[in-house]
């Protein structure tokens, strides 16, 4: 049962650790800490994505900045409760972690496959230049009755798909993770610079069932 569970959330990333470990918590007995990997994109550009580790799988008090890693794991979700309401924290938890001398031009590095459950409405919309975009949240089952909750953004036609799903219809999606930032206004003044988390889809699939 497990097993067939995890396979329901498979992610590998390989990047550069840019961060040193920082505590997040402890499960009987086992400290996991977080630490930031950056993956680049077919493009110049690059994504810093949050990894979570046991301190059994890595040495969390050495400094690794600089290392080459490829991680392999899940795509994580869990609410941290901050100014007066829930905050939605993504991760990639490390299951295996191998370090590599370097990373080829050629290498897949940010590949996520995902099977759940559309659990709210697709938010369908046009940017000002009439491209199409779909915000889908899915709950992907875990063991022992958890869930996680990831959000994914599609483009194009297959924004157009999305936008028919209905909640709790079961979907299959590929893709990679990618981080965003955006400007969080706090008040008539304030605004602070914060970073998103979310899957982009290059490929999706719905599970209807046939009458």
């Not at 979907?171 to 969080?184: H, L, N, T, V």
Request: with cysteine; net charge negative; hydrophobic share 35%.
């Amino acid at each position: 049962m497990t097993d067939k569970v995890i396979e329901n959330n498979q992610v590998t990333i390989m990047g550069e650790i840019v961060s040193t470990f920082t505590y997040s918590h402890e499960i009987f007995g086992e400290g996991f800490y977080m630490v930031d990997v950056k993956v680049k994109r077919l493009s110049d550009s690059f994504d810093i994505i949050p990894m979570m580790v046991s301190e059994r799988l890595l040495d969390v008090n050495a400094n690794y900045i600089g290392y080459n890693v490829e991680v392999n794991g899940q795509f994580r979700s869990y609410n941290r409760h901050e100014e007066r309401k829930n905050k939605l924290i993504l991760s990639v938890f490390a299951r295996e972690v191998s370090f590599v001398d370097e990373i080829e031009e050629s290498a897949r590095t940010n590949q996520i496959y995902l099977d759940g459950y559309i659990c709210k409405p697709p938010i369908y919309r046009k940017t000002p230049l009439g491209r199409e975009i779909a915000d889908l949240l899915l709950a992907v089952n875990r063991p022992y009755g958890k869930s996680d909750y990831i959000p994914c953004i599609c483009w194009g036609r297959n924004a157009r798909f999305a936008s028919g799903f209905e909640v709790g219809e079961k979907c299959s999606i590929w893709g990679r993770i990618q981080s965003r930032e955006y400007m969080k206004k706090i008040d008539e003044q304030q605004a602070e610079k914060r970073v998103a988390y979310e899957v982009s889809v290059s490929k999706l699939e719905v599970e209807r069932e046939e009458f």
